[in-house]
T-cell receptor
């Protein structure tokens, strides 16, 4: 069965420090992995995805994520956090080899960047 | 590109009212659209997947007669909450994905509809 885990309900970092939001997954085939961000009372915005190729994926707003097959992880990172990065972050996975069209979502991690 | 418009953004109405929410892909054709419900500070709950021209596929536990979904064109899907009650109050979000990509393309989301039933 497909699953996604975001082990941290909340992450706090100081502005200017590097940030990491963790995500691990489980699929039977090759994973299609996605990160989204949600600001209050808004829909989700796509940040980046991994389908195939280079394990380090760069996305919007200076975010990047590294696909680690052996650890089945896809952690979201940013070298220097901004207060405006404070939001809810979701990781999602789809089994690339399956017929199921839907994404499996993590429970979300609330990121707070303190000035 | 890849803009999804969701309307209305907020609805406040009396119990028993039916409410229609529209989801439009403005600059791409969406063969598949998704409807989610989100509870406060909680993850997304997929309600149903709709494909243009066919019946929606509902997730387990979602009443299809309560939440009517229509995907009549490649750019428009609607969700109608019939005879809404206070327990239906929630944040409803739609998303759309371009077709023919084998699921490699991301879903693009509307800004959500805050539904409050009095």
């Amino acid at each position: 069965a497909q699953s996604v885990a975001q082990p941290e309900d909340q992450v706090n970092v100081a502005e200017g420090n590097p940030l990491t939001v963790k995500c691990t997954y489980s699929v039977s085939g090759n994973p299609y992995l996605f990160w989204y961000v949600q600001y209050p009372n808004r829909g989700l915005q796509f940040l980046l995805k991994y389908i195939t190729g280079d394990n380090l994926v760069k996305g919007s707003y200076g975010f990047e994520a590294e696909f680690n097959k052996s650890q089945t992880s896809f952690h979201l990172k940013k070298p220097s956090a901004l207060v405006s990065d404070s939001a809810l972050y979701f990781c999602a996975v789809r089994d690339g080899g399956g017929n199921n069209r839907k994404l499996i979502w993590g429970l979300g991690t609330s990121l707070a960047v303190n000035p | 590109g890849a803009v999804v418009s969701q309307h209305p953004s907020r609805v406040i109405c009396k119990s028993g009212t039916s409410v229609k929410i529209e989801c439009r892909s403005l600059d791409f054709q969406a063969t598949t659209m998704f409807w989610y419900r989100q509870f406060p500070k909680k993850s997304l709950m997929l309600m149903a997947t709709s494909n243009e021209g066919s019946k929606a596929t509902y997730e387990q536990g979602v009443e299809k007669d309560k939440f009517l979904i229509n995907h009549a064109s490649l750019t428009l899907s609607t969700l109608t909450v019939t005879s809404a009650h206070p327990e239906d109050s929630s944040f409803y979000i739609c998303s759309a994905r371009e077709g023919g990509t084998g699921g490699r393309q991301p879903q693009h989301f509307g800004d959500g509809t805050r539904l409050s039933i009095l």
